[in-house]
């Protein structure tokens, strides 16, 4: 599917973060074949208004890229803020356009319904995590969030086994087979992409 988005349907979103600069960003989206001159960033400076402008440009059929799903809802600053409720909203406003929504690391296109479904569940876990990152910057050693999940090296071997195992046609089907302790996220961060549909 991702093979079949034609240029002129292509947009980018950038989202500016500490931890992954504009400049990477936009990088990525001018090496998937979206123009410089259809990509949105938004900065400190700007407060979402590119993310708006993004979605008022889309049409039927077109596809607003960018590297991370996540990056459509701001980081959470404070408690009171709604990252959940704005990534929904962003979502919607896109859909409603007739767009879709492309997130290049995982390689999840929201225009298949299943992708989309995978989609919102990276996104969710992601914000679910930054969340947790917040309130242990907040709270600060009384409040250090879930302990992290650690991995044997046979673990490490099978997941890395059946993650480039041709034999699976999906990522998705590939997971089944690997040891429960890896999520979606974990086998990109730590193997990449493995050269296959989700």
């Known amino acids: ?6 240029k002129k349907h292509l947009r980018g979103y950038v989202r500016d973060m500490r931890r992954l600069p504009a400049a990477t960003q936009a990088k990525t989206l001018t090496a998937f074949g979206v123009p410089e001159k259809a990509i949105y960033t938004d ?4 407060g979402g208004s ?5 979605t008022r440009s889309l049409r039927r059929g077109d596809v607003l890229a960018m590297v991370h799903g996540h ?4 980081p959470k600053v404070k408690t009171s803020d709604k990252p959940r409720d704005k990534f929904w909203k962003a979502l919607h406003a896109i859909e409603e356009r007739g767009g879709s929504a492309l997130d290049l690391t995982a390689q ?6 299943l992708q989309r479904d995978q989609f919102i569940q990276r996104v969710i876990e992601a914000l679910a995590s930054a969340a947790r990152g ?3 910057v907040k709270n600060g050693k009384m409040s250090a969030g879930r302990p992290p999940i650690v991995t044997t090296p046979d673990e490490d071997k099978l997941a890395e086994r059946v993650w480039f195992d ?8 590939a997971m089944k087979h690997g040891p429960a302790s890896y999520s979606r996220q974990r086998y990109y961060d730590k193997f990449g992409p493995s050269g296959r549909g989700s």
Request: hydrophobic share 35%.
């Open 108 to 113: 999840l296109h929201t225009a298949d319904k």
């Open 134 to 136: 917040h309130s242990s």
């Open 50 to 54: 590119a993310l708006l402008d993004a």
């Open 166 to 173: 041709r034999r699976y046609k999906t990522n998705t089907e």
């Open 71 to 74: 990056l459509l809802a701001p």
């Open 1 to 6: 599917m991702l093979s079949m988005v034609h």
């Open 43 to 46: 900065d400190k400076s700007t």
